[in-house]
Structures are given as structure tokens and as C-alpha cells.
């Protein structure tokens, strides 16, 4: 018998002998593969139209795995049928599991249709500005979805870095740096395996430096070694962190030799050496790239015999039947008969049986539209369409991807159809269809477009709109982006009235700079919701925007000093609200730190202010001094005032600090709860004022938790620290202007609180509600803001529901919270150095009790707050345990980690260099999480699951976590 007939037999045997993949179904059905070749594809399911067809062709190919296409996944209910067929189908083949696999990276690449009821997700790039944990659930919400009807691969993430020079890949890429393409990358597929959805890497080993598509072309990649290792980096962390399978592109690298990627054995060399059980896939050998003319069954030989364990293969059936059939009769024929065969694919089916799937029911539709409004992280001006004409240019996207669809329209333009961006504004703007409101679709490919939108500029509806939106599809570099080009460079004499929708493709920015142009990654539901949502909620002011509206009628003829940190910033830029309206939609309002804006305004203007002293909370000014540094007040600065510490030799300002001056301007960004010590500050500062008789104008703004309402234990008086001083719970759920005019109650200061609300730069359609401990002036004219005023009186409470209003249960309108969604995914700018993200702040309610403890909670990493652990932690255990318990709107995923000493956020953090094991905290629906339970819970969980290593921290002879409560309730409950 023949040395490559044993190996075949020797195959067979291995593949089918396994206890675990035998007991999956009756051992007398499984025979093995009579197309043992087939064994070594993923297959472009075919577009049949009956499941005998499908049958058919599965007996012919037996493939590894199928590829879904668009045509598979138009219905999500018929997809899971045509899932659940496939698998029965393959079962009676011996062939059990199949690698039901698709592309759905998001953002443009993402396979299943919306109107077949699936739901899609932001795009990679716009995902990574949003921060690793939304990248995580972006993926658990594509898994669930998989995991219903079936699929069980994701060709996804793409880990390629980021170059504008490159359109091939733009927005499916997580960022441009090797850090934020790994840390998003890997929480994308971790993301996956929760669900057991088996990721795949690529396009190893990065294309960031091909200029061309391997669709089409032979590309080589001329890369310096260094160029190379830069590129190479986000995989190999990848690889270190044990993903089970990689996808390798066809471009050539001087590195791997003179042939593609997808065929070298050194790639396969240098994979293996991270991990031993890996997967390697090639890129789809229907490319151009892969095999350059040569005889396609011996390249795909030689892939097979340099390592690599599965192929796709995208062609029509018969052509995948015939390449199959080929190679079979070469192994039947005793040649190129693959030499290494090895039990990876054997294992990597196990596992999908064996994969233990979370069942998180994500509602689906509520977390996509909290990515979307997270992922659209630019700043977007407000629209008041009321009497407006607006015009609305689309590129019918059809023609470039078959799968998208127009929706229908009342309107006979357009031959009846209409972009899901003009239905979706139209439902938003009710009042559009009053107006002159009308959509112009042009055909990408078509030289007569740019005809058609001459003689539509020619018609004079552009010259004669308010608004004109410009809908691009900008995508790879094919013909469709030059006609595009065209029509942009046309219609630049509108420039100052367009905005532009697009997906953020590098080459289109530049040619209309002069617009606004809203990257919205794809065009898919939730993102398009999301843009129309920024563009017609009113936009969120702070007190300190409306102070910059009229810093005269405030500051005329005082000497004022600003008690302020980092998040002290204005979004105005000085102009009037006159000015602002008339601004062309390209300005952007960058912000501006207050002190710079108001020394200069005080500098330039006639008004006989002067700023005569700063003064810094915690952190300092900048927001550059880890918890608890003991802060020196400076007599000089660029200024040419003193910075005063408020926490170094004094936590409160003395009378010689206040004495020259006529107002003393306060304006925080606080965390939501007590133990954030602003408040403190604050309370000591408004008794300060009050002693020496000094007005306060207090400059709100939002409370970035407030939708959880007030939670957590009341301050008990004998717990009082300057962790806590203020007499509210834990979770105050209020703004720090409701809680400045709460503690005046007492103290009596002469206070006025510039309001942060919703007001609009246009008329407002309902009266302001009041909310708890408000008394303020109604809707006062610009030049007069809104504001509150309180010389020692209590705050007349109003919990009235003005003209109908609907109130959620912690007395904010839903028009508000947009507002506030809106503001901080645009401008969130970090309260002090561990708390660098909204996530981290919206998690740090939980994890901040971990300080009270010797478990790490994730200073001296990226992720503080987000992360808490200890090295003698089971991280898979403990998640395990604590996902078990369901808590409401929360997951916990296993994570190691190692705190290092960062200067100005972690000197000297707990574990310092020290491997710990724990769990980072992702929450998937803000609005149902219970942050004290969940807490309980976790120290619970620590505490006696490892009695001997945990401890309770002392600060003096007093316990750090009781100081943190207020109370002592959480310490007792956590030991039970």
C-alpha cells in the first residue's frame, strides 16, 4: 500500500475516532467523508432555492464549513431553518459539526440584512472611539444573534491597522495604533466566545501597507522589518491570548518569500511558535492575488502541505465540485497528496460542541441604539427645521452593495423610494412634510449623474435651500468614489449650508471642508437613528456656555476667581447666539478651558474685570495628581494669578485667599456620588464664601449617572470624612447646582446657579420643569440667562408636571437624558486620572469599593475601575459565579492584569508588578443596573470564596470602605 494511501486512511481514522465527536450522534451514520478533500474548504454556500439543492451540493463537497452570503440571511427565521438543515445534513455526512460561518465585522461589512429583523452594529473605527468594553458588547450582540439562528464563525475582527492613505479597509479597522486595534480587537473576540462563537483574526499580517485590493491584484508589500513588527503586533497579542483560528491575506511580504502569505510555510512557523492549536485559514483563493494564473488545485496543495488547515472558496457550486473533485483524483492518483495532517480542525468541532454558550437575552434593539449614540463621538450642531427648506442628495448605496435596499415613499421622485435617513427624519421632523422637504437619489456608477445633479443646481433647489445633506458611500476605490468626488466638488459653492453623511472614508474629508461631515462608519438603522436624534435634540448647555454667552453680565466691574478643574470647559467660543445660528456648519466649538477664556475676555474687554485667583480641587487644576496627592498652591501662573490647593495645607479657602475678590466662580464635573471629593470641596468652600461674604456663581453641569436616581445608605453623621460630607446618599442622583442649592439651605451664601439644561439657541415648545430643589426664573431672554438665586432661604421644591411633560422616575425628561447622551459622548472629558472613560464612570459606583480593600481595582492599568482583581484569584471562577447570579444589566468577563506605576494616576498601586486574575465589568443596559447590589454581591464573592487573603483596609483606625459608604452597612453585608 502506498505511502500517501495510509496517510489518507491514517487521516480518516484520526478525524472520525474521537469519543467526544462519536457521541454526538449514532456511530452506524458516521461513515467519514467519501470527499475526504472537502475537509479542507470553506465553501461560498451556494444561492439555491430549495434545501435539495443545498443537500445536493453538501454530498458532493463536504466541506469543513459554508460561508453565508447576503442571499442566506435575508430572513433571520429562514436562516435558522437553513442553519439547522445544514447541520442535520452534515450529521448524516459524518461530517457533524459544520463551520457555519459569515462576515459581520460591522459597520459596512456586515451580512445580515436589517429588514430580514437582525440588528446591526457600529463600525470597528467608530466602535474604538467609544472604548474596548462597547467593542466587547458590540460582539456579544452580533453572538446572540448568530447563536439564534445557528452560525457559529464570525470572520471578524480584522485586525489591520488604520492609514489613511489605504480605502481598502478605512472604517473596518479599530484604530491606527497597534494598542487600540489590540485592546478592541480582542475584547471584540472574547466578545464572541462568550456566546461560543468562534472568531477569526485577520488579514495576518496586516494590509496597512498595500496600496491595492488582492480582489483584483498581485500585491507586494515592501515592508522595513520595522514597518513589518509594527504591523504584526496586534496579531501576535491576539495569538497570546489563544484565539482559536487566524485568516492570512494573499499579499506578498519580503519576510515570508516570493509567494503569498497564504501559501508560506514560514507564516505557519511563526504562528504555531504562539499557539500550538492553531486554526490558519486562508484569505478567499477565488482572488486574484492568491494564485496569479497558476494551476489553482496545486496552490491549494500547497497551502495544505505548508500548514495552513482550511481554504475558502467562493465560486459557483459547480466550480467548487470540479477543484474538489481535482484534488480527490490527485490523491487517488498518489500525488501532491498533503503531507502534515493534524488534529486541529477535530479539535476546534469538539469545542463547538462542547463551547458553553451565556444566555444574556440582550434586548437588542435598546443596546444597538446605545452603542450607535456612543459610537457617533463627533460634535453635531443642532437643527431647528421648523420654516426651513431642506434638501436631501443621496447616492442610491444599491448600486454599489445589492443588498442594501430603498425604502418605499409617498413622493413621486425618486421612482417612489427614499433612504432610511430621509423616512427616519422625516418621522423625527414631523413638520418637514409642511415644507419644502425632498430627497434627489443619483446612481454611483453612472456618468449621467453628474448631468442629472447639474440640471438639479441648474433648477435653483440648492441655491434656495436652508439645509442641503449630501448622503456618500465612499467605499474600497472603485469608480463610484471618483463620481462622488464630482458631485461634491459641484455642489462646493453650497458648502456653507451642507452637511454631509458619510462613512468616514479617508479619501472624502478633504474635499468639502468647508461642511460638516458626520462619519457615521455605515448607514445602517441605530447609527442613522442616532445622527438624526443629534440633529434634531436641543443641544445640552452647561452654566459654563451660558456664562460665555454674556460674561459681561456677570463679571462687569468685579475681580472674580474661578474654583475650577480640567472639565472646566466652554463649547461657545465666545459668540453671541446670533452668531452662532448664522455659523456655516463646518465650525466646530472646541473646547476651551474656562480660565484661559475668561482671563482672556477679562484682558481684551472694557468691563473692568480682572481675574485675580484660581483654586484647585483634588487632582489639581489639570487633573494631573493621583487620588489623594497632597497638593502645593502655586503664587504665580500663566495667569498672572495664584493657584490656590484646596488639597495640600488647607482643604478650604481662607480669608486671605478670598480677600480681593467681588465673585468666586465655582464649576465642577463630578462622578455622581458622594465619596467623589468635589462635593466636599464645595460644601467647605460655599462656607468659606459665606463667612467672608463673597458671591458664588456656581456653573452646573450634567450628573452623568443621574438616570439611576438616588441609591446607596444616607451619610451617617458619625461616618463623616471628606470622602464625605455632603448629607445625601451614596448616589445623590442630583446635579452638584441641585446640591449646591440644597446645602446654601443651611449655609446661607449669597449663591446663583447658572443652570445646565437643554435650552435651546431656539424657541422651546414646553415650560422648563423645575426639578428637585430648583427656584429659578423662567425662559429669561438670552442676555439674561436662566439662573437661580439663593441668599440663605430654602429652595421652594416644585414637583409639579408643568403642560404635561412626561417625567421619568428620577425627574428628568427623556428629551434630557438624549441631551445628556449627546453631550457626553461628544464631550467627556475625564473628572481625574482613573476615571478616563464613561464607562469607567458609569462602572465606578460599583468597583470604587474595592479601594476599601487589598484587591486591586485596576489603577496602574488602562482600564482602572473597569478591572478588579488579586493574584490569588480564580478570574474564570469567579466570573462564572458572579455571572450565575444575574445580576440585572451587567457581565462579568475573566481578565489578568498586571498594575504598574503610572505617574500622576497610579504611584503606588495595590499588586504593584504583580500578575492579578479578575474580571472587568461590562454593562450592557445602563438602565437596569443596581449598583449596590452589585457590589454586595462582589465583595461577597471575594470575601468568601478567599477568607484567609482578604482583608478590609484602615485609614487611621477607621475602615476605608465605611468612610466610603457612610455608613458601615456594606462591610457587614459583604461578610454576611
Known amino acids: ?124 473605527y467608530n466602535l474604538a472611539k467609544s472604548g474596548k468594553s462597547d467593542c466587547f458588547l458590540a460582539a456579544q450582540l452580533v453572538a446572540q444573534q448568530m447563536s439564534d439562528v445557528g452560525i457559529n464563525v464570525d470572520f471578524a475582527p480584522s485586525l489591520d491597522l488604520f492609514d489613511p492613505k489605504n480605502p481598502i479597509l478605512a472604517t473596518r479597522c479599530f484604530g491606527a495604533t497597534p494598542e487600540i486595534v489590540s485592546d478592541c480587537g480582542i475584547a471584540f473576540c472574547k466578545g464572541l466566545m462568550s456566546y461560543g462563537i468562534m472568531p477569526v483574526i485577520k488579514h495576518y499580517p496586516g494590509l496597512m501597507l498595500g496600496k491595492g485590493d488582492t480582489h483584483f491584484d498581485k500585491i507586494e508589500i515592501n515592508a522595513t522589518q520595522e514597518e513589518f513588527d509594527h504591523n504584526e503586533k496586534p496579531f501576535i497579542a491576539a495569538l497570546r491570548e489563544k484565539l482559536p483560528i ?147 442628495i443621496s447616492v442610491d448605496y444599491t448600486k454599489i452593495r445589492p443588498a442594501e435596499i430603498l425604502i418605499d415613499s409617498e413622493e413621486s421622485n425618486n421612482s417612489g423610494k427614499q433612504t432610511q435617513f430621509a423616512a427616519l427624519l422625516k418621522k423625527a421632523q414631523t413638520n418637514l412634510s409642511a415644507i419644502n422637504f425632498g430627497e434627489f437619489i443619483l446612481d454611483p456608477k453612472s456618468d449621467q449623474s453628474c448631468k442629472k445633479l447639474e440640471e438639479f443646481i441648474e433648477s435653483g433647489t440648492p441655491n434656495s435651500a436652508d439645509y442641503i445633506f449630501v448622503q456618500t458611500f465612499f467605499y474600497g476605490d472603485g469608480i463610484w468614489n471618483k463620481i462622488q468626488t464630482q458631485w461634491l466638488e459641484m455642489l462646493e459653492p453650497y458648502a456653507n449650508k451642507i452637511i454631509v453623511l458619510s462613512l468616514g472614508h479617508p479619501s472624502e474629508k478633504f474635499i468639502l471642508p468647508q461642511s460638516q461631515i458626520i462619519e457615521l462608519g455605515s448607514f445602517n438603522i441605530p447609527m442613522l437613528n442616532a445622527a438624526v436624534r443629534r440633529l434634531t435634540t436641543k443641544p ?108 495640600g495645607a488647607t482643604k478650604c479657602p481662607t480669608p486671605e485667599m478670598l480677600k480681593d475678590l467681588d465673585l468666586l466662580i465655582i464649576d465642577f464635573q463630578e462622578a455622581g456620588v458622594r465619596c467623589y471629593t468635589y462635593l466636599s470641596t464645595l460644601a467647605l468652600t460655599l462656607q468659606a464664601a459665606k463667612d467672608c461674604n463673597i458671591p458664588v456663581l456656581l456653573l452646573e453641569r450634567p450628573n452623568p449617572i ?33 446640591i449646591a442649592e440644597n446645602l446654601n439651605a443651611k449655609i446661607g451664601a449669597d449663591l446663583t446657579v447658572l443652570k445646565c439644561d437643554a435650552t435651546s439657541f431656539y424657541k422651546i415648545n414646553a415650560p422648563n420643569v423645575p426639578a428637585r430643589g430648583e427656584c429659578f426664573l423662567q425662559a429669561a431672554p438670552f442676555d439674561t440667562p436662566r439662573i437661580a438665586r439663593h441668599s440663605g432661604r430654602a429652595a421652594k421644591k416644585n414637583v409639579s408636571n408643568h403642560a404635561g411633560i412626561k417625567l421619568t422616575s428620577n425627574g428628568t425628561t427623556p428629551e434630557s437624558l438624549e441631551s445628556v447622551d449627546a453631550y457626553f459622548s461628544s464631550n467627556f472629558i475625564p473628572p481625574s486620572p482613573n476615571l478616563p472613560t464613561i464607562d469607567s464612570v458609569y462602572v465606578y459606583p460599583m468597583t470604587v469599593f474595592i479601594e476599601g480593600t487589598n484587591y486591586s481595582e485596576g489603577r496602574g492599568t488602562a482600564y482602572p475601575f473597569e478591572q478588579i482583581g488579586a493574584p490569588w484569584v480564580n478570574a474564570k471562577k469567579l466570573a462564572a459565579n458572579l455571572n450565575n447570579k444575574k445580576l440585572p444589566g451587567i457581565y462579568f468577563e475573566p ?39 452589585t457590589t454586595q454581591t462582589i465583595l461577597k464573592e471575594l470575601f468568601q470564596a478567599h477568607p484567609k487573603q482578604s482583608e478590609w483596609l484602615k485609614s487611621g483606625n477607621r475602615y476605608f470602605i465605611d468612610l466610603l459608604a457612610g455608613d458601615d452597612s456594606m462591610r457587614k453585608i459583604a461578610k454576611g
Open 895 to 933: 481578565i489578568s492584569f498586571t498594575p504598574k506605576i503610572i505617574p500622576g494616576k497610579a504611584e503606588t498601586p495595590k499588586h504593584k508588578n504583580s500578575l492579578c486574575h479578575g474580571v472587568f465589568l461590562h454593562i450592557y443596559n445602563r438602565k437596569k443596573i443596581k449598583p449596590f447590589l
Open 246 to 392: 487566524i485568516m492570512i491575506g494573499h499579499a506578498q511580504y519580503k519576510q515570508f518569500g516570493p509567494i503569498p502569505a497564504s501559501r508560506s510555510g514560514k507564516v505557519i512557523k511563526r504562528l504555531k511558535q504562539y499557539n500550538a492549536n492553531l486554526i490558519a485559514v486562508t484569505d478567499d483563493i477565488a482572488m486574484q492575488a492568491y494564485n496569479n494564473g497558476q494551476d489553482l488545485s496545486n496552490t491549494v496543495i500547497e497551502s495544505i502541505n505548508n500548514g495552513f488547515d482550511l481554504v475558502i472558496y467562493s465560486a459557483p457550486p459547480e466550480k467548487q465540485i470540479q477543484l474538489i473533485e481535482k484534488i480527490n483524483r490527485q490523491i487517488n492518483s498518489k500525488k501532491n497528496y498533503p503531507n502534515v495532517i493534524k488534529n486541529n480542525l477535530i479539535k476546534l468541532k469538539q469545542n463547538l460542541i462542547k463551547a458553553k454558550k451565556i444566555i444574556l437575552n440582550l434586548d437588542e434593539k435598546e443596546v444597538a441604539s446605545q452603542l450607535a449614540k456612543k459610537a457617533l463621538y463627533q460634535k453635531i450642531n443642532s437643527i431647528d427645521f421648523s420654516d426651513k427648506n431642506t434638501v436631501l
Open 540 to 647: 445640552l448647555l452647561t452654566g459654563a456656555d451660558k456664562l460665555a454667552q454674556n460674561p459681561k453680565a456677570f463679571l462687569e466691574n468685579k475681580k472674580f476667581g474661578i474654583l475650577c478643574h480640567k472639565c472646566s470647559v466652554v463649547n461657545l467660543d465666545n459668540k453671541t447666539e446670533q452668531n452662532i445660528v448664522a455659523q456655516t456648519f463646518a465650525t466646530q466649538y472646541f473646547a476651551t478651558f474656562l480660565p484661559d477664556f475668561l482671563y482672556n475676555w477679562a484682558q481684551n474687554s472694557e468691563y473692568n474685570s480682572k481675574l485675580c485667583a484660581l483654586f484647585a480641587p483634588e487632582h489639581g487644576i489639570m487633573g494631573t495628581q493621583q487620588d489623594g496627592a497632597q497638593i502645593k498652591s502655586e503664587n504665580s501662573s500663566k495667569w498672572d494669578c495664584p493657584v490656590y490647593s484646596l488639597h
Open 1 to 124: 500500500m502506498s505511502l500517501y494511501i495510509k496517510r489518507l486512511m491514517i487521516f480518516v481514522v484520526i478525524y472520525f475516532s474521537s469519543a467526544n465527536y462519536l457521541s454526538t450522534y449514532p456511530h452506524k451514520k458516521n461513515k467519514g467523508p467519501s470527499c475526504p478533500s472537502g475537509q479542507f474548504f470553506i465553501l461560498t454556500l451556494p444561492s439555491f432555492q430549495t434545501f435539495k439543492e443545498f443537500g445536493t451540493w453538501l454530498e458532493k463537497t463536504q466541506p469543513a464549513g459554508v460561508m453565508l452570503i447576503p442571499a442566506h440571511v435575508k430572513n433571520r427565521l429562514q436562516t435558522k431553518k437553513l442553519c439547522s438543515f445544514l447541520q442535520l445534513k452534515v450529521k448524516k455526512l459524518g461530517i457533524f459539526p459544520l463551520l457555519i460561518c459569515i462576515d459581520w465585522e460591522g459597520g459596512i461589512v456586515s451580512r445580515p440584512t436589517e429588514s430580514g429583523g437582525f440588528t446591526s452594529i457600529p463600525s470597528p
Open 706 to 738: 443621574k438616570f439611576l436616581g438616588a441609591f446607596g445608605p444616607n451619610l451617617n453623621p458619625e461616618f463623616e470624612s471628606f470622602l464625605g460630607k455632603v448629607p445625601t446618599q451614596f448616589g445623590h442622583g442630583s446635579t452638584i447646582g441641585e
